[in-house]
């Protein structure tokens, strides 16, 4: 019998037009991690993965939820109406 274990993961929708999913465990954070720390992180890898600064001010108007089920972590960016 196998078992198909779930990995926790960090969803950041909108980000350069793109969306990108992380596994949780590749980044410093978990279920205690403020907005503020999550958005680092994702800052973080993204200047990794992409070779360039990307400033953490690029998430300040991301909202940050988490699914205490499964332990993923979703940012996206707040609606604008207009």
Not at 46 to 62: D, H, M
Not at 69 to 75: A, E, L, P, Q
């Amino acid at each position: 019998m196998t078992t198909d274990t779930q990995v926790a993961q960090l969803h950041i929708r909108g980000a350069e037009g793109q969306s990108h999913d992380v596994p949780v465990s590749e980044l410093d954070i978990g279920d205690l991690s403020s907005d503020q720390q999550i958005k680092q992180a994702a800052a973080d890898w993204l200047t990794e993965v992409q070779g360039t600064n990307v400033p953490v001010s690029k998430f300040a108007n991301f909202r940050v939820a988490r699914n205490e089920t499964t332990g993923d972590i979703t940012m996206n960016p707040d609606p604008t109406f207009g």
